[in-house]
C-alpha cells in the first residue's frame, strides 16, 4: 500500500501537480479489514459510499446502478439521499 502511494506520489509530481494526503478512507468488499490496517479515518460501506457521491454530483439523482465483479447492485430511491 505505501509502496502504491509512492508511486502515485511520483506520477503526480511527473505531470507537474502536487498531491496531499487529507486523509484515509476506504470502502469496498475489505473495507474494515483494510481500514484497520491503514489505519483509516473513516471506513463506509460501498453503496453508501455511491449514493452519496451520486447525490454530491447530481442531486437530482435518483437511481444509481453498480455493476461490479460478482455482483450487480441498483438502487432507488424517491425521496433524497442519506
Do not use: F, Y
Not at 509502496?3 to 505531470?15: F, P, S, T
Not at 486523509?23 to 471506513?43: F, K, N
Not at 460501506?45 to 446502478?65: K, L, Y
Amino acid at each position: 500500500m505505501v509502496e502504491i502511494a509512492g508511486e502515485l506520489q511520483e506520477h503526480v509530481r511527473d505531470q507537474g501537480a502536487e498531491a496531499r494526503n487529507s486523509g484515509r478512507r476506504t470502502t469496498g468488499i475489505c473495507e474494515a479489514m483494510l481500514g484497520s490496517v491503514i489505519r483509516a479515518d473513516v471506513e463506509i460501506v460501498e453503496t453508501v459510499a455511491h449514493a452519496r457521491s451520486g447525490q454530491m454530483m447530481r442531486p437530482d439523482v435518483d437511481s444509481i446502478c453498480d455493476v461490479g465483479g460478482q455482483d450487480i447492485k441498483l438502487m432507488c430511491s424517491t425521496t433524497p439521499w442519506l
